[in-house]
């Protein structure tokens, strides 16, 4: 095996050759090195996609942070390498390493890969390869390390089932801990990979795909999903942490330049909104705030170990926050001889007011971003995000007149009961919106218009939906490009095809393994970039397959169909997301659940949530689940 002196000599002789060798040095401000042979555990911790994306990844840095918070255990990074350094990879034979200390990552005893969007499946098959760990659960030995996965992409693990051995689903600050003890457990007591594996599986929040066989009928739909390991639940529920822990102050600082360069602060966690297309907004129920006193001294912290220019305010919807005005002007009053930027990347139009925009007055650099996602008020009755069109067009108005020049409106096509009509109101929306703009700015006025395509989603109501088609899609765009050939309003789009596979990963079965698979072995890979994606291995790989696309993607399934990620519990129950899709068919709404509780089951389940989050109005009564 080679060893961490000779890769990095390698590395030495091999950087100039590719682009951006920043990515593959480590080395960064605030990152974390411990004496390899002095530490008892050893985890890598893998984002499948390239440096610039996945150094800002908070979820990483959570996790980063916390494991090496622990003395007998160390965390280090590695990110996918870009297509130049896997060559050099491949063709030197050497295995891909950490960035902290370059030893490879067969020598860890825990591979954890986060896992926040389908299209980076391939990747995570590409890194085990290139690691020269069997990319097949099944072909592992004791000696390799175990492969845990989570991220919002593991809420269907069925089409990973058959290349991670353990999902950890839900938050992560609390699991991390007693994966780390059981691991250390059984390295101490001399356990096999199985022994471990079983006592993993008896954690809450903790999915073992070994453990669990499916059966299906003869037109494809899952017939049965049961257990063939007495300890392993039935149902792996997942897991929650009921107050925010203290989040990492020591951000890493790049090499390069990445997408985000700025101190991200998570100011809230869940949303109680009930958008219906919105798997984020379900799968994180409920809602947990930190104090403004808590995020202040976060950032003081930060500011003072870093260098970064911009504060980022995180959250599904930002503007939610309960004391979001009071946070913005403490952040401007404390920092104005800094001259900092202050991002509020998420924003609900209803809940913009205008005291935010003057707190937001001294950060006017780029656009702006609100997402009505429909045009038409009945189909955002329908997508439960009731928002009349005047409010866009209000909110946008006092926008423009604070300074801003461009605004970015991002919109769903493809909604479930959409028409032609609710498309040419995309078009009318967006000139309205334009037409305020240079009310003010004259010529100078913006609009960003982003469309993306509506992928039904599970844990979500509409997870029953059928998906348009890709000729739906494209006629739609077709549309919308024609009649948004507007000076002054520039227009993307998501590659409908890219969609129909993220449809087939995130709504697929184990079936869909094999699928991975297959494609990852004609060549896919960053599938989520667009000069990379390869949508004829695709179809070749589901023909060789047996499998019919279209059976994942273009299928309403059935009230009682047994869906693959039912023995997943997300904290929502079915019954709930049930209802609520034949409301959305009714074109009914339901406020924010902050206002009146609609019983969805997460609180019941979460009961110390609501006793250790005391400024939050819940009004959900003990044991009243949907």
């Known amino acids: 095996m080679i060893s961490p002196n000779e890769i990095e000599q390698w590395l030495d002789r091999n950087l100039m050759?590719?682009?951006?060798?920043?990515?593959?040095?480590g080395g960064e401000l605030n990152q974390v090195v411990k004496p390899w042979e002095d530490t008892f555990l050893h985890t890598a911790l893998v984002f499948p996609d390239i440096y610039d994306i996945g150094l800002p990844n908070l979820g990483l840095a959570i996790l980063y942070d916390e494991i090496n918070k622990r003395d007998n255990c160390l965390a280090e990074r590695t990110y996918a390498p870009w297509i130049d350094f896997e060559k050099l990879l491949r063709d030197d034979k050497i295995p891909l390493f950490s960035l902290e200390t370059r030893h490879p990552l067969i020598n860890f005893d825990l591979i954890?890969?986060?896992?926040?969007?389908?299209?980076?499946?391939?990747?995570?098959?590409?890194?085990?390869?290139?690691?020269?760990?069997?990319?097949r659960t099944k072909d592992r030995m004791d000696a390799h390390p175990l492969v845990f996965a989570g991220g919002n992409a593991t809420t269907n693990p069925e089409p990973m089932a058959e290349f991670i051995d353990a999902f950890a689903l839900g938050d992560g600050e609390e699991v991390i801990h007693e994966i780390l003890d059981i691991i250390i457990a059984g390295k101490n007591q001399g356990w096999d990979r199985v022994q471990i594996l079983n006592k993993l599986s008896m954690v809450d929040g903790i999915y073992v795909p070994r453990f669990y066989e499916t059966k299906y009928s003869i037109d494809g739909r899952l017939q049965d999903f049961q257990t063939v390991e007495q300890n392993a639940p039935k149902k792996i529920r997942k897991r929650i942490v009921a107050k925010l822990p203290p989040p990492p102050t020591r951000f890493l600082v790049p090499n390069i330049n990445v997408v985000h360069n700025r101190i991200a602060i998570e100011i809230m966690r869940g949303c109680s909104r009930g958008c219906r297309f919105c798997h984020a907004g379900m799968i994180?129920?409920?809602?947990?705030?930190?104090?403004?006193?808590?995020?202040?001294?976060?950032?003081?912290?930060?500011?003072?170990?870093?260098?970064?220019?911009?504060?980022?305010?995180l959250s599904l919807s930002s503007s939610d926050y309960s004391q979001i005005e009071t946070l913005i002007e403490q952040i401007r009053s404390r920092y104005l001889t800094k001259h900092l930027t202050i991002a509020l990347p998420s924003l609900r139009i209803e809940s913009v007011s205008v005291d935010i925009l003057d707190g937001l007055k001294g950060s006017r650099q780029g656009s702006f971003t609100l997402a009505p996602e429909a045009a038409s008020e009945k189909l955002r009755n329908t997508i439960n995000k009731p928002i009349p069109s005047q409010n866009v067009i209000d909110v946008s108005r006092e926008i423009y007149q604070r300074g801003w020049l461009a605004i970015k409106l991002y919109f769903l096509i493809g909604n479930p009961g959409e028409t032609m009509e609710d498309i040419h109101e995309i078009s009318q929306l967006c000139k309205k919106v334009l037409a305020e703009g240079k009310k003010v700015h004259k010529n100078r006025a913006t609009l960003h218009v982003s469309i993306s395509t509506f992928v039904p989603k599970a844990h979500t109501p509409f997870q029953w939906v059928a998906m348009e088609s890709l000729v739906q899609i494209q006629e739609k765009q077709q549309i919308l490009q024609k009649e948004l050939r507007v000076?002054?309003?520039?227009?993307?789009?998501?590659?409908?095809?890219?969609?129909?596979?993220?449809?087939?990963?995130?709504?697929?079965?184990?079936?869909?393994?094999?699928?991975?698979?297959?494609?990852?072995k004609k060549g896919s890979k960053f599938d989520a970039w667009q000069d990379q994606f390869q949508f004829s291995a695709w179809m070749q790989?589901?023909?060789?397959?047996?499998?019919?696309?279209?059976?994942?993607?273009?299928?309403?399934?059935?009230?009682?169909?047994?869906?693959?990620?039912?023995?997943?519990?997300?904290?929502?129950?079915?019954?709930?997301?049930?209802?609520?899709?034949?409301?959305?068919?009714?074109?009914?709404?339901?406020?924010?659940?902050?206002?009146?509780?609609?019983?969805?089951?997460?609180?019941?389940?979460?009961?110390?949530?609501?006793?250790q989050s005391p400024g939050i109005k819940w009004q959900c009564p003990e044991g009243n689940q949907a």
């Open 17 to 25: 050759k590719v682009q951006k060798p920043g990515r593959y040095v």
């Open 112 to 135: 954890g890969i986060t896992l926040p969007y389908e299209t980076i499946y391939t990747n995570t098959l590409n890194i085990l390869d290139l690691s020269g760990i069997p990319i």
């Open 284 to 313: 994180n129920r409920p809602v947990r705030e930190r104090s403004v006193d808590e995020i202040i001294s976060i950032i003081d912290a930060a500011l003072s170990r870093t260098g970064f220019e911009e504060i980022a305010l």
């Open 487 to 520: 000076p002054g309003i520039r227009v993307n789009w998501t590659d409908p095809r890219e969609s129909m596979l993220e449809a087939w990963l995130s709504r697929g079965d184990r079936r869909m393994a094999e699928v991975i698979f297959n494609a990852w």
């Open 541 to 611: 790989a589901f023909q060789e397959t047996g499998l019919d696309p279209e059976f994942y993607s273009h299928r309403e399934r059935g009230a009682e169909e047994l869906l693959p990620w039912d023995h997943i519990f997300m904290g929502v129950t079915r019954k709930f997301l049930f209802r609520d899709w034949k409301l959305s068919q009714e074109g009914k709404t339901r406020p924010d659940c902050r206002e009146q509780c609609y019983a969805c089951g997460i609180l019941p389940y979460f009961t110390s949530v609501r006793e």
